[in-house]
Nanobody
Framework: QVQLVESGGGLVQAGGSLRLSCAASGHTTSIYSMAWFRQAPGKEREFVAGLNWSGGTTHYADSVKGRFTISRDNAKNTVYLQMNSLEPEDTATYYC?????????????????WGHGTQVTVSS
């Protein structure tokens, strides 16, 4: 089992920045790729960014490309999402997710472990 705990969400004005963290514990040696998803009120959960654990390969949704950066600290078993130039449309609950896949799936059904989410609110 893997436990994931997100932190770093909050309220920020448009144009501002936030850094989300996702700390993993448990049997993390089985994890290959990880990602951030988000879900806005009344909308489906969507893929935001993903990172391959061993290779450092990243993948971003078009809506955040150039503004968000995913990274990880293997020694701390932590994944980060640096979010810059935030827009009101980025308001959502952000979830981190881990999978045993070696590539970076964008489908949430392929992720085995999920955090409980952290709220990001961007005011205009």
């Amino acid at each position: 089992q893997v436990q994931l705990v997100e932190s770093g969400g909050g309220l920020v004005q448009a144009g501002g920045s936030l850094r989300l963290s996702c700390a993993a514990s448990g049997h993390t040696t089985s994890i290959y790729s990880m990602a951030w998803f988000r879900q806005a009120p009344g909308k489906e959960r969507e893929f935001v960014a993903g990172l391959n654990w061993s290779g450092g390969t990243t993948h971003y949704a078009d809506s955040v490309k150039g503004r968000f950066t995913i990274s990880r600290d293997n020694a701390k078993n932590t994944v980060y999402l640096q979010m810059n130039s935030l827009e009101p449309e980025d308001t959502a609950t952000y979830y981190c997710a881990f999978t045993g896949r070696t590539y970076i799936p964008t489908q949430q059904s392929l992720y085995f472990y999920w955090g409980h989410g952290t709220q990001v609110t961007v005011s205009s």
